[in-house]
Structures are given as structure tokens and as C-alpha cells.
């Protein structure tokens, strides 16, 4: 089953807006969160990652925003620019045992900044 | 700079083939993964290994087999490709570590299948 739910799967957004993708997880083991970054022809790229110990993280104008006991986080692009528009993935791992360094990721979310 | 590389960026193959994708990273790291990355699904692992001749399964190991015999090499190998296993496959590798565990991803192979 989708260890990490993923919404909407596409987003468009005008140029100088903000753009929200939304993640659900249900095991409460996850303790590291990261966002991939992904243009066309490219491998993802890590965006930004946040542990649960705190609730929110920005870097520029990316924040991702963490609810622990709704096991919900988000990814906040503040004034969306035309070379934002890529696919984004939010993903879950948990940092210990035989799983360590794998990461379960949602099914994508393709934003669209129109200019 | 990591580099993870992949031998092909296209590859055309037909039904029955056994098909080898390879992937090299040059920073020493220890776990490497095989994901397959379909529209609407997402990033699926196949395999992942965490150390040399180590391997364990993914989501969707079946009709794959990898072989890891140097650290910085890891194969994915379609032992008779199928028309369903036409697909964009991407590899990765991270550093082993009790902190964060950030994959550094090659550009991906896009393997068709005839």
C-alpha cells in the first residue's frame, strides 16, 4: 500500500503565487521528511527536508510545514516562479535498522507556473 | 559534486531480452537503489543494497535481479524484458549515516520495450 499519500497530482499556479502539495503518512516510525525537486529529462534532487521535532522549515522561498499528529506535512512555494514549474515528490524513511536510507515517496505532484 | 551515472539514457529492446542498466557513483557511498518511474505512480523501489553483495527487495522486485560485486557499481537486470517493463528506470545512492539521508539520483534510463 502507499506508505506516503500524495495530493493534488497536477497544480497550476500563476507566476507570483503560492503553491501548496500536500502529504499524508500513517506509520509514525518516518522521522525524516524530504521534498525532491525533479525537471524534465533530470534525476529528483533533494529541495528541503524536515525532522519532527519542529514544525516548520523554510529555506528561500520554500517552507515545508509539519503536523505531527495529523502526520501531515506540506510544501509551501512562496511567489512561484516559471522555473519552479517541475514535479515534486514528498517522501518518508526512518532513520534506523534494515530499512535505513530507504525512502518511501507519494506518486508526484506536477506543478505549472504560467508566466 | 556527487555523479551517479547511468550506461544509457534510451534504451530499445524486444520481448525476451535479458537487458543489464547499470549505474555508477563516484563518492564512495554505501546504499544504492533501482527505482522505476511511471506516470501517476510515482518513484517505485525495485531493489536497494546497502553494502557490497548485499541486496534486499523493493516494492517490485519480480521479473528483476541485481548484482552489486564492486561498491560503486550497482546493476539492475531484466533477466527476458517484457512490454510492461517499458518504463523510465532511475538509480541513486546515499551515504550511510544516522542523520539525514539525502539520495543523490543519476539522470535515469528510459527502456523500451518492443
Known amino acids: 500500500q502507499q506508505q506516503v499519500k500524495q495530493s493534488p497530482q497536477s497544480l497550476i499556479v500563476q507566476k507570483g503565487g503560492i503553491s501548496i502539495i500536500n502529504c499524508a503518512y500513517e506509520n509514525t516510525a518516518f522521522d525524516y521528511f524530504p521534498w525532491y525537486q525533479q525537471f524534465p529529462g533530470k534525476g529528483p534532487a533533494l529541495l528541503i527536508a524536515i525532522r519532527p521535532d519542529v514544525s516548520e522549515k523554510k529555506e528561500g522561498r520554500f517552507t515545508i510545514s509539519f503536523n505531527k499528529s495529523a502526520k501531515q506535512f506540506s510544501l509551501h512555494i512562496m511567489d512561484s516562479q516559471p522555473g519552479d514549474s517541475a514535479t515534486y515528490f514528498c517522501a518518508a524513511s526512518i532513520g534506523r535498522g534494515s530499512t535505513l536510507g530507504r525512502l518511501y515517496f507519494g506518486r508526484g505532484t506536477q506543478l505549472t507556473v504560467w508566466p | 559534486d556527487v555523479k551517479v551515472t547511468q550506461s544509457s539514457r534510451y534504451l530499445v529492446k524486444r520481448t525476451g531480452e535479458k537487458v543489464f542498466l547499470e549505474c555508477v557513483q563516484d563518492?564512495?557511498?554505501?546504499?544504492m537503489f533501482w527505482y522505476r518511474q511511471d506516470p501517476g505512480l510515482g518513484l517505485r523501489l525495485i531493489y536497494f543494497?546497502?553494502?557490497?553483495?548485499?541486496?534486499e527487495k523493493g516494492d517490485i522486485p519480480e521479473g528483476y535481479s541485481v548484482s552489486r560485486e564492486k561498491k560503486e557499481r550497482f546493476s539492475l537486470i531484466l533477466e527476458s524484458a517484457s512490454t510492461n517493463q517499458t518504463s523510465m528506470y532511475l538509480c541513486a545512492s546515499s551515504l550511510e549515516t544516522s542523520g539525514p539521508m539525502e539520495q543523490f539520483f543519476g539522470p535515469g534510463t528510459r527502456l523500451t520495450v518492443l
Open positions: 563518492m564512495d557511498h554505501e546504499n
Open positions: 543494497s546497502y553494502d557490497v553483495k548485499m541486496k
